[in-house]
């Protein structure tokens, strides 16, 4: 297996409220015009607001539109992506070298209102992200990414990894969210919506704009793929958790200045070597401030610095990829961007916010992203390095596992817990099971069982393993996985749109509408800082986990791994989590 990959971008796709191609949204900026609107739609904003929004009744020109009937709105749009991506390029998405990995945090939900527990199988994220890959006759099986609003940055990191380690040549890389009263309402409870266009990093800030999109990013490791005269390359990636708070960002920002400088480390660029930071920037007050203070730690802070939700605002599981791509074409032009929307600093360290749109060399360029759950990522791309090589697949050595289900906690095949009085009751059988390997934790009862499934089998397999002692709390990774996302959450947060009389959504509720969140509170309560992955996936795949933490211990990402399948919805669960460590090399 070649072991010095090198990982380029292709070619790519943006649909969004600023352009339905790559090139018209680049225009778009270009001449510093917004995507944003005040949309009036009873469905998302009673009141009317400030969104971006797509225009459908121009998709419907799109060409291939007409080869997409009986999709759902957001397949329909991905496939749409996708088509004209693969449009610029040779790759057969049906090969076996070609990987499909999808980004998003909600998927189809509008598929689940007035429904309950009663779901169409496209309500679930993977069956959502099948039905697109299989109108391309995809041979593998896709991966799906929902790690809240750094879904789009993970998806291209764990591209990156897939194609590096020689898991595959080719990934095309998926991402989308829509607009619905779901993801609108949720927002607003946590009273985090600006009531005009946002402004990111300015003084007068006042909340984020929500948007929908959708991208397509094209990688692949043959050159003969490029048609630019200077290929730019994925180069370097990382993901951290803050382990600090659910939904609300770091005060001091230390778990994104981490993800960055990993990332600087594997591309080998130092931080005076990068030309320009494309930061998250959603114009919150907390999500800035903290952004100020990881550049300053990981000593950025006098580098441009560009926002781009002055466009198309937050596009949630599409946001890293649409700003990835738009970073991509940054360097391609040598070109940066003004952030649109800023005008005076609001933010508690001097940063070097973009305020024109003008010519400047960019070799290296940094993407990062944070989002609820606490987590970071990070992706480097370059026209100077191809980043560190992969080197030889770790061996790894399982140290403990633990499984939960049938009203039991069995560890390394004994039956630490037996709660067979609880049968039928998992609310009562999983506070009993947590009760009895931990001292008291206020958190618990205010979790959503998912979290407390996964927190419960984590505090087992952790017992007495001195994993905190034995290793940096920066070292230790989690993987997750389940088949049914958050659904069991989604469906009471739902409930609460569907009774009209209820009132306003529960913020308490909405922050666990999405599946990273019991990662988030795993690290929360045992202190972890590394690398942070939530899949979907049909079934579990023991194997997959096995060699995600090999290229996580190869590329030095990671000398332990907290991993394994969590899943719950509508009473039924399973739990099943291993701790892996690092044994050596393959000879």
Not at 95 to 100: A, K, Y
Not at 224 to 244: H, I, L, R, T
Not at 374 to 399: H, P, Q, W, Y
Not at 495 to 516: C, H, I, W
């Amino acid at each position: 297996m070649e072991n010095n990959r090198v990982v380029y971008a292709v070619a790519d796709n943006i649909i969004s409220s600023a352009g339905l191609t790559t090139e018209s949204v680049l225009r778009s900026i270009q001449n510093e015009e917004s995507g944003i609107s005040f949309v009036s739609d009873r469905k998302i904003c009673p009141q009317g607001c400030y969104v971006s929004k797509i225009d459908w009744s121009e998709v419907a020109k799109l060409k291939g539109f007409q080869d997409v009937e009986g999709y759902n709105p957001l397949e329909k749009l991905m496939i749409l992506s996708v088509k004209e991506a693969l449009s610029h390029c040779d790759i057969d998405p049906s090969s076996s070298d070609t990987v499909f990995i999808f980004s998003t945090t909600k998927g189809n939900v509008d598929l689940i209102e007035g429904r309950g527990t009663d779901l169409p199988d496209e309500a679930l994220l993977y069956n959502m992200a099948a039905r697109v890959a299989n109108f391309f006759d995809a041979a593998m099986k896709p991966f799906v990414i929902s790690n809240a609003c750094i879904s789009g940055v993970l998806a291209i990191s764990v591209a990156q990894r897939l194609i590096k380690s020689g898991k595959y040549c080719n990934a095309i890389v998926v991402g989308g969210d829509l607009l619905t009263e779901f993801i609108m309402s949720g927002f607003q409870s946590f009273k985090s919506v600006s009531p005009q266009p946002c402004r990111p990093y300015d003084k007068s800030r006042d909340g984020l704009t929500v948007g929908e999109g959708v991208a397509t990013l094209v990688l692949s490791c043959d050159k003969q793929f490029v048609k630019d005269d200077v290929p730019v390359m994925v180069a370097g990636s990382s993901s951290s958790n803050d382990a600090n708070h659910i939904s609300g960002p770091s005060r001091t920002g230390d778990g994104l200045a981490f993800a960055i400088e990993d990332a600087l480390a594997e591309a080998g660029v130092s931080a005076e070597e990068v030309d320009l930071v494309d930061m998250h920037g959603t114009a919150t007050l907390y999500n800035d401030e903290m952004e100020s203070k990881a550049l300053a730690l990981a000593r950025l802070a006098e580098k441009p610095l560009l926002s781009l939700k002055g466009y198309f605002g937050h596009t949630m599981g599409a946001s890293g990829l649409i700003e990835t791509i738009v970073c991509i074409e940054a360097i391609r032009r040598q070109m940066q961007f003004r952030t649109l929307g800023f005008e005076e600093l609001g933010v508690p360290v001097e940063v070097n916010v973009t305020k024109e749109t003008k010519p400047l060399e960019l070799k290296n360029v940094l993407k990062t992203a944070s989002g609820f759950g606490g987590c970071n990522a990070a992706v480097l791309l370059s026209t100077v390095t191809a980043g560190m090589d992969f080197g030889r697949f770790a061996e790894i050595s399982v140290s403990k596992s633990c499984v939960i289900e049938d009203e039991k906690v069995v560890v390394d095949g004994n039956v630490l817990f037996d709660g067979s009085e609880f049968a039928g009751d998992y609310p009562s059988f999983i506070r009993k099971a947590f009760k009895e390997i931990s001292a008291p934790y206020m958190k618990f009862a205010k979790m959503d069982d998912l979290s407390k499934l996964g927190l419960t089998a984590v505090e087992y397999l952790l017992q007495d393993e001195r994993v905190k002692e034995r290793f940096d709390a920066r070292d230790i990774a989690l993987l997750l996985s389940n088949k049914h996302s958050s659904l069991d959450t989604d469906v009471k947060h739902q409930l609460s749109l569907d009774n009209k009389e209820a009132g306003q959504p529960s913020p308490a509720v909405f922050v666990y509408t999405l599946p990273n969140i019991v990662m988030g509170e795993i690290c929360i309560r045992h202190k972890l800082q590394g690398e942070n992955t939530f899949l979907i996936f049909d079934k579990e795949d023991k194997n997959l986990f096995v060699e995600w933490s090999s290229i996580l211990f190869s590329l030095g990402k990671a000398k332990a791994c907290i991993t394994g399948w969590v899943d719950f919805f509508d009473g039924k669960y399973r739990a099943r989590v291993v701790l892996l460590e690092e044994k050596g090399f393959d000879k």
